[in-house]
């Protein structure tokens, strides 16, 4: 997916965490003869105005030319990852998960529209009423309330996003397979995707 301008914000694909259930990087997997990390970067490195990677394991990222970002408190979530992400962003962050390589550009564009639009502390998509922190959008004020919940361990996603009163959109009539929300966490999530003819087409 190619746009004429690319969207005024700082995406950010969290491949921070151990990837206890594959038992190696999952994003260093490969699909249709290509890396989840690298299908993920070739969709974003042409429609966003700033990539990075945030990763505890840079060695592994070095080749994709990527800037690569260290989290401040490791291996606490994709909370650590949004946390490090927007410290070092000109914008506010669309953080992506490294294990979902399918997320359809029609998401990315609405969820980004109406985030810039209307100037929202979070924009984070539902699919069938079921909400996702990732993808989602995070503004560059919710850093404060980010470092405090890092600092007390409250962790969860569910409850920062109540809190700070982040914009729902449903998405289904967008992706009607839910391709988007697919994420590959074990060896048999890879082999049904695989078997089941999956193509990442936008």
Do not use: W
């Not at 569910?158 to 009607?176: M, S, Y």
């Not at 929300?181 to 999956?198: A, P, R, V, Y």
């Amino acid at each position: 997916m190619q746009l004429s301008t690319k969207i005024p914000l700082t995406a950010a694909i969290l491949a921070g965490g151990k990837s206890s259930r594959m038992k190696r990087q999952k994003c260093l997997l490969s699909f249709d003869n290509e890396k989840i990390i690298d299908m993920i970067v070739t969709k974003l490195k042409d429609i966003f105005e700033e990539l990075f990677i945030v990763t505890n394991f840079p060695e592994l990222y070095f080749y994709t030319g990527i800037t690569l970002l260290g989290d401040i408190y490791p291996f606490r979530g994709p909370m650590s990852g949004i946390h490090v992400a927007i410290k070092n962003s000109k914008h506010d962050i669309f953080a992506f998960a490294c294990d979902m390589p399918f997320v359809k550009g029609e998401i990315i564009c609405a969820l980004s529209e109406k985030h810039i639009k209307e100037a929202n502390t979070a924009t984070v998509p539902s699919y069938n009423g079921k909400i996702y922190p990732l993808p989602g959008i995070y503004s560059r004020k919710v850093i404060d309330e980010l470092e405090k919940l890092l600092l007390e361990d409250k962790l969860s996603m569910t409850r920062f996003l109540n809190d700070i009163g982040a914009e729902i959109v449903e998405v289904a009539n967008l992706d009607k397979e839910g391709l988007s929300f697919i994420n590959i966490n074990t060896e048999e999530d890879l082999e049904n995707l695989k078997k089941g003819g999956i193509k990442c087409l936008d």
